[in-house]
RNA sequence: GCGGACGUGGCGAAACCGGUAGACGCAAGGGACUUAAAAUCCCUCGGCCUUUCGGCUGUGCGGGUUCGACUCCCGCCGUCCGCACCA
């Protein structure tokens, strides 16, 4: 009988009905047995799901099923990241309300995940736009303000004074904003802050505890939260050089980091929002446009930095502190910032890239103070290329000699001891380039602050049994600026304390709070009457395996990690760390197609025709040709997309996760092709057939383990065991490529072994291998194409569900050999293999590996210097 | 600009702690089955040389360490990602 064809689509929703009504992957908190918690990145609704997703949740699910199979207990939700601004954005084009927008899209993408048949346990789903979950968030942050976490002040932003709207630095497109076109402002505004740095420290030395992180994120949270030791100095201000009517101070702070340098000073700098700057630029228009146009840069740092070092020479003189007859010009710099150290520094040109590259420019001169060890004092010069390692001390007065390091000290102690206006003119600084976490968005769909502006009684909290303050449903977003603002009643409320007309906050929170303890509310969903219940969060927290794209690998861990200690300090967790173990997946890839005069098409109407020349492409309709572009991240503007509904339609959600799996290492790119598809395709009509014919060969009831096996059903045997062994490894090193590699060995060694089969009744021994075997085949594929396994798993005649079968046991003594083949190299270059018995010891090795023909003829009669054995590996000949 | 990664056949890749480079898959070519197509199965497949046996060469480029280097070290080149209001 010729097995038919596998139906993926009637199978797949047959099983996904079956989970459902079983409830075979929801999660009790009362269960007993070990847990483990395998958590992805949630989604933001955007519409519809990608093939990013795809991959990131194809990954987390073959973890959670695995995992569950080996006896665990397995919490494995998902939920929306469901504030944001594309919701509004979408309200102003298509006049939807971004409630309805969003949910309408969180309706979509469910049924979309749902189709792909993830172990996900829907009952604990959350959204972080339902009031259920923000009421919480506004609490913890009433927690956090009792707490002392929450700080207000002023910070910088783009202002678009068109669309009366701040903008995020993405849409500042060339100084300009992109909506409106106007030409941005930076503003200052009064917001609300997290004090993310008061756990810089605790941050940067838990890095050492997550072992379980890739090195790349910690190496990028290390540099971000960028601690560095240095030295805060005051410079003197020349009176005499100050233009009249500027309102100069007597003197000005800096930090540098390089105090050693100090003697090849040549300048000091300060931001263009620098007090300095402003009070010099009062008498100077040419200054004030300067600092008009630095600010037009925006209030990216990339943009700041990419920019040409520009400086305005401000006329102000500074006097050096170990020399009072010289003289600093002060200079407005585009490349400093405010927001790090003081906003000050002092320029050495010889040793820092960025201020030799501004010296350049301005012409001040050069003088080197560290030598490198291997130049000559006399003669060593700088140019273009900054010197920035250890040496010596030159040119540096009582520092000649000394290390940088010898110097910094020195300058350090020297300067702690000189007066400056009745204080020590320079101070250890230890300093951190993390920023407190600005989260006030001027945005109406985001979580309300909880504050109430009093006139009297100042920033009134909002009272606990207040909680929660609602989001207005009516709103308009036919004006600019903050719908929330202009609402006519929203804001008016009375004062909690006082009783007289107050204004609520209309500031919402940055959506990253909302992604901050998501994670953490998981764990117990439903609970109305706090954030999180203590008992059962610290039970499953931390979360084992965290999975999602590298680009959060920064903001949104590093906020999460200051969040759970936050949570802490208030009592809504027991731990400081939110994730154990962390995964970062690389993104999904296509091919760009594009036509003669530009026009990006997308994939699904391209036809690809190859032969020996090569790939062409062509237009589906009409016939066109059509040219291939380079590889790049799927993206709506270049079209290269690819949907997943119709991937799933087409192959079948198993095929799309196996694909997703199989070629590329997890961590890198994927390039999705839709030859890759068919090969996945057919991989799965291929285990389809091969479990058919296993089931015909063993043919109803199974044989009971046999005392003895023939070679052939051993081979099987090991086959089946070895590959299970390697896909166990495999899944706990999330090596889903390699993996797959390995369940495809088992495939053809079983084919093959089916092919080999000539007689129909067939003996014990060899049926009892194929069933094992067989069985072992479905289980290792069962996490990655589980409808398909399922079905696998019932032609084999199971009454069960694989989703709820235990994993098989691996016996390792059938994968240990007596004999192995190792081989053998004369001066490194392999020549030959040999077969010996696994234990056989070092000298056995050597004759049996010197008496090969071919490693003899190699030889050729020269001296053998050296014979290398390492033991099970390789034998080395050295002549 | 600063920070982080990556680079191996026609393509995606594998190679465990420095020990057989190219497992596994895709594409391609040849063959079997078929009236034909699809599906399926078998064979070949880094490059150069050789009738065969086999030999040489080869992991972005240039050096180095080592009996032995994709792997370690130094110096380049190229590509990608993040940079604080996108999520």
Redesign the pocket.
Same mark, same amino acid.
């Given at each position: 009988m010729r097995p038919e064809r596998y139906n993926a689509r009637e199978a797949e929703q047959k099983w996904q009905k079956i989970w459902a009504e079983r409830g075979t992957f929801t999660t009790r908190n009362d269960d007993p047995r070990p847990h483990y918690y395998v958590l992805e990145m949630f989604?933001?609704p955007s519409g519809r799901i990608h093939m990013g997703h795809v991959r990131n949740y194809a990954m987390g699910d073959v973890v959670a099923r695995y995992k569950r199979a080996r006896g665990f207990n397995v919490l494995h939700p998902m939920g929306w990241?469901a @504030?944001?601004?594309?919701a509004e954005n979408a309200a102003m084009q298509s006049k939807l309300h971004p409630a309805k927008w969003t949910y309408a899209n969180i309706d979509t993408m469910r049924a979309q995940l749902q189709s792909m048949g993830l172990s996900l346990d829907w009952s604990r789903e959350v959204a972080t736009c339902d009031v259920s979950y923000y009421k919480h968030q506004q609490k913890l942050f009433l927690d956090f303000l009792a707490a002392g976490l929450v700080a207000r002040k002023k =910070?910088k932003?783009?202002w678009d004074p068109v669309d009366q709207t701040?903008? #995020?630095?993405?849409?500042v497109i060339d100084g300009r904003g992109w909506r409106s076109g106007a030409v941005v402002e930076q503003r200052d505004?009064t917001?609300w802050f997290f004090k993310i740095t008061d756990y810089a420290e605790d941050l940067l030395n838990a890095l050492d505890t997550l072992d379980r992180w890739p *090195?790349?994120v910690r190496?990028?949270q290390h540099?971000?939260i960028?601690k560095s030791e240095g030295l805060l100095v005051r410079f003197a201000v020349d009176r005499a050089s100050v233009p009249k009517g500027v309102e100069a101070a007597d003197e000005y702070e800096i930090y540098t980091t390089r105090p050693d340098t100090l003697f090849g000073a040549k300048f000091m700098a300060v931001a263009p929002d620098h007090p300095l700057a402003a009070a010099a630029a009062a008498r100077d228009q040419k200054l004030a446009a300067f600092i008009e146009e630095c600010k037009r840069i925006g209030?990216?740092? #990339?943009a700041i *930095?990419?920019a040409e070092k520009k400086g305005y020479d401000t006329g102000i003189k500074v006097v050096h502190p170990f020399d009072p007859n010289w003289r600093l010009p002060v200079y407005v710099a585009n490349f400093v910032l405010m +927001?790090y150290g003081t906003g000050a520094i002092f320029g050495c040109p010889a040793h820092d890239?960025?201020d030799l590259d501004f010296v350049n420019a301005y012409v001040l001169g050069v003088t080197p103070v560290v030598c490198p060890p291997d130049a000559d004092p006399a003669t060593f010069t700088v140019t273009d290329k900054a010197y920035d390692g250890d040496g010596r001390m030159i040119n540096s007065r009582f520092l000649d000699g000394m290390t940088p390091k010898e110097a910094f000290d020195e300058v350090a102690r020297r300067l702690a001891a000189q007066m400056l206006h009745g204080r020590p003119q320079g101070k250890r600084q230890v300093n951190y380039? $993390?920023?407190d976490?600005?989260i =006030?968005?001027?945005?109406y769909w985001g979580c309300p602050i909880p504050i109430i502006h009093c006139e009297a009684c100042g920033a009134v909290p909002v009272p606990e049994k207040d909680l929660p303050v609602e989001l207005p449903a009516d709103v308009s977003f036919d004006a600019p600026g903050n719908p929330l603002d202009r609402h006519p009643t929203w804001k008016h409320v009375a004062c909690p304390s006082c009783g007289r007309p107050a204004r609520r906050e209309t500031d919402t929170m %940055?959506? @990253?709070v909302d &992604?901050s303890w998501y994670f953490a509310r998981f764990t117990d969903p439903k609970n109305e009457r706090a954030p999180t219940t203590p008992a059962i969060v610290n039970r499953w927290m931390p979360v084992d395996l965290y999975i999602g794209g590298? +680009?959060?690998?920064? $903001?949104?861990l590093l906020y999460s990690r200051f969040f759970v200690r936050a949570m802490r300090r208030c009592g809504h967790i027991g731990m400081d760390e939110p994730f154990a173990g962390m995964f970062t997946q690389g993104?999904v890839v296509h091919e760009t197609y594009r036509t003669r005069n530009g026009e990006w098409i997308a994939p699904a109407d391209v036809k690809i025709e &190859?032969?020996?020349e090569g790939?062409k492409a062509f237009l589906i309709d009409g016939g066109a040709p059509i040219e291939i572009g380079p590889i *790049?991240?799927m993206s709506k503007s270049k079209r290269n997309t690819v949907d997943p509904d119709d991937i799933i339609q087409t192959y079948g959600a198993d095929t799309a996760r196996w694909f997703m799996l199989? %070629? =590329?290492?997890p961590d890198? %790119?994927?390039?999705w092709?839709e #030859?890759?598809v068919?090969?996945a395709g057919?991989?799965a009509?291929?285990l389809w057939r091969l479990a058919c014919e296993i089931e015909r060969i063993v043919g109803g009831a199974r044989p009971a383990m046999p005392a003895a096996f023939s070679e052939k059903a051993l081979e099987i045997r090991r086959a089946a065991h070895g590959a299970l062994a390697r896909v166990e490894d495999d899944i706990e090193k999330l090596?889903f490529?390699?993996c797959?590699?390995a369940i495809? +060995?088992l495939g053809?060694a079983l084919?093959?072994a089916v092919?080999a089969i000539d007689a129909t009744p067939v003996a014990d021994d060899l049926r009892f291998a194929f069933a094992e075997a067989g069985d072992i085949l479905v289980q290792l594929f069962a996490p990655m194409m589980p409808h398909l396994a399922e079905e696998c798993w019932e032609v084999l005649g199971h009454d069960g569900l694989v989703s709820e079968a235990p994993w098989p046991v691996c016996d390792r003594e059938l994968i240990v050999t007596d004999t192995i083949?190792?081989?053998v190299?004369v001066?490194?270059?392999?020549?030959a %293999?040999l077969t010996i018995e696994r234990d056989a010891d070092e000298e056995a090795v050597k004759a049996a590996a010197l008496a090969l023909d #071919?490693v003899r003829r190699?030889i050729d009669n020269k001296p053998v210097k050296?014979v290398?054995v390492?033991p099970q590996?390789?034998v080395?000949v050295?002549v």
């Open positions: 989604p933001y990241d @504030f944001g601004l594309p =910070s932003v783009n701040v903008l #995020a630095n993405e849409q505004l917001q *090195e790349k190496l990028m540099n971000w960028g209030t990216s740092i #990339a *930095e990419t +927001e890239q960025r380039k $993390l920023r976490w600005g =006030s968005r001027q945005r %940055d959506t @990253f &992604s590298v +680009e959060h690998a920064i $903001l949104h993104m &190859s032969g020996p790939r *790049e991240k199989s %070629d =590329s290492p890198r %790119d994927v390039i092709s #030859a890759g068919q090969g057919r991989q009509q291929r090596r490529n390699v797959i590699a495809y +060995e053809n084919a093959a092919g083949t190792i081989p190299q001066n490194g270059r392999k020549c %293999d #071919a190699r050296k290398i390492v590996r390789i080395n050295v």
